[in-house]
């Protein structure tokens, strides 16, 4: 919440506090107000709609504003007009803090550290007296007020965050007894007592654990586990959009096309002049320095090329264009990296862990996070179904891939796929197969490219730049992998100590052109060794497209060198 202290030439900071506190105050109590659509208590209901005006006004005055939280502000009023359903009206409170926040300059959370006995004595000394010593709303004073004080035990307590509480003990609440107590106290003892206030509205609301229910306990432990995974993981997913160059996309055109609409709900489809919202999907951050994972065809144009614009929303609501840093097309990869909020600090977003996608097991809990444009929020939990049996993606795609029992719709896809530990693990992707650049998607899928393989050519994509698919032509394994594929044949084959095995080779291709067969070796390409098929894979990117190269092979226990092209995988060469 930043600094409140009431220290001269502090006026401004205490306004801003004041702003993000109503927005919570609103987020918490519409739904007392407004229920089914009709309004059930109307001084509530009159409240939270002073409120949203007065913070308008004072951000309309603010230095430094932001478009698009402002047109958020704007939408909250109307949604509160409109008599909304409450959880419209709480999510767009939820996506609002932050991003009024960061607009202003102050932290949106409160601070970690905390006095829980002191906020106890200053519990009991001011607000028992009101709140009731255990949180009842019956002390002394509470009914010679209307309306009554609130009670930690009520419902609503259970929306009751701690910084809405700081917000309530600092600011007060006008046209109630809540009275404002920054006067009387610090910033850290406001903090406090909100800290211990918001405990007592926990372990009022909380279920109480059934005696003997191993079961339930356990499942209930694995529900908070969830919800911690979602807490920590959701800001870092982004919503990614692609436009397409049109001249003539204006709001009269959309009206035209759609008849008549409201002006607001196509923000996202006008926001750029001259460019048509193309497709949707999701990413998430990578790294310090502002780099996206998502989906390649979420960054495609009808032709297949890459769109001329991509737009990034981070979960609070701002907007960012990104650049497109590389893609590859035939495993559904791509690379933004933010051309705007390049300063960490600006953008507020910390990159989401990544793990070792070679450690999950067929039956680990796995979990899809989308966060496509717009308020929507995808959070699937289940199960891995297949792990990759080969490495190499060249002509088996779908055995590269992990696979899951959560369907993906395709807005989520380009988002990660996290481990129980909420570490990404995975890219949820399209199917094998169904890469459709029509414009009307192909329904979920269950797949994701392993987090190992999508570090892998991202670093590449970084320096190569490249948005094709570099290509010669052959399916390389492992070492071992090839032993155990030719089973008793392998006693007789001669294999180098290091490079990959040669499985397949395209006709025509490079390779075939140059001589390269199956069951050769691979141990060079160009001037690199090949340890491994990500080695291969690495150096096939940063070789490029249209270079020549030289490979070295291993046949028959003798060195063998040919030369060759480095071309775009052709059309014709699909992945199964």
């Not at 229920?35 to 709609?49: A, H, I, P, R």
């Not at 010593?133 to 035990?153: I, K, L, Q, V, Y």
């Not at 996309?249 to 008549?260: C, P, Q, S, V, Y």
């Not at 297949?304 to 990034?312: D, F, K, R, T, Y």
């Amino acid at each position: 919440m930043g600094t409140l202290a009431l220290a001269a030439g502090a006026q401004a900071t205490v306004d801003q506090g004041r702003m993000l506190f109503l927005v919570r105050y609103i987020g918490a109590d519409y739904a007392d107000a407004v229920q089914n659509g009709v309004v059930v208590q109307q001084q509530e209901y009159d409240e939270v709609l002073r409120f949203s005006r007065e913070v308008m006004q004072q951000y309309d005055a603010a230095p430094g504003r932001v478009g698009d939280v402002a047109l958020g502000l704007a939408a909250l009023e109307r949604l509160i007009v409109e008599r909304a359903p409450e959880q419209e009206v709480v999510d767009r409170t939820r996506v609002l803090i932050p991003a009024l926040a960061a607009s202003l300059g102050v932290p949106a959370e409160a601070p970690a550290a905390r006095d829980a006995a002191r906020g106890a004595a200053l519990y009991a000394s001011e607000c028992a007296r009101c709140h009731g010593a255990a949180g009842d709303g019956n002390g002394d004073e509470a009914a010679s007020f209307t309306p009554r004080p609130p009670s930690p035990r009520d419902a609503r307590a259970a929306r009751w965050s701690v910084e809405q509480i700081y917000g309530a003990v600092t600011y007060g609440v006008d046209g109630t007894a809540m009275a404002s107590y920054r006067d009387a106290y610090d910033e850290a003892q406001r903090w406090d007592v909100a800290a211990y206030t918001a405990k007592l509205a926990a372990d009022a609301t909380a279920m109480p654990e059934p005696e003997n229910d191993a079961g339930l306990s356990l499942a209930l432990q694995m529900q908070e586990a969830f919800t911690r995974i979602a807490a920590r993981a959701q800001p870092s997913v982004v919503g990614v959009t692609s436009f397409v160059a049109d001249p003539e996309w204006t709001l009269e055109r959309l009206t035209a096309e759609r008849g008549m609409a409201w002006i607001q709900a196509h923000t996202e489809e006008l926001r750029y002049p001259g460019y048509r919202k193309h497709r949707a999907g999701s990413g998430f951050l990578v790294s310090d320095d502002g780099y996206v994972l998502t989906a390649d065809h979420v960054i495609r144009d009808e032709q297949g090329e890459v769109a001329p614009l991509v737009s990034i929303e981070l979960r609070d609501g701002r907007h960012a264009k990104a650049r497109v840093a590389g893609a590859e097309p035939t495993i559904d990869l791509g690379v933004l990296h933010l051309v705007e909020l390049t300063d960490p600090k600006e953008r507020n977003v910390a990159p989401l862990a990544t793990g070792d996608s070679e450690g999950i097991q067929v039956g680990s809990w796995v979990i899809a996070v989308g966060d496509p444009p717009g308020a929507d929020v995808t959070y699937s939990v289940g199960t891995l179904a297949a792990r990759p049996e080969r490495q190499c993606y060249q002509e088996e795609l779908s055995r590269t891939l992990l696979q899951t029992s959560v369907p993906v719709a395709p807005e989520s896809q380009g988002g990660p796929l996290l481990d129980i530990q909420g570490r990404a693990i995975g890219v949820t992707v399209q199917r094998p197969g169904g890469l459709d650049l029509s414009g009307s998607g192909n329904g979920d899928s269950r797949y994701a490219l392993p987090m190992n393989l999508a570090l892998n050519i991202y670093e590449a994509l970084k320096v190569a730049q490249s948005d094709r698919s570099p290509w010669i032509g052959v399916s390389v394994l492992e070492l071992a992998s090839a032993r155990r594929r030719l089973g008793t044949q392998a006693r007789s084959v001669d294999f180098p100590r290091t490079g990959v095995y040669i499985d397949d080779v395209f006709e025509p291709s490079p390779a075939s052109r140059a001589g390269v067969r199956p069951g050769d070796f691979l141990v060079a390409l160009g001037t690199h060794r090949v340890l491994s098929v990500a080695d291969f894979q690495k150096w096939l990117y940063l070789g490029g497209i249209g270079s020549d190269v030289d490979v070295e092979l291993f046949r028959g226990g003798k060195a063998v060198k040919h030369r060759l092209r480095i071309e775009a995988r052709p059309k014709e060469a699909t992945t199964r």
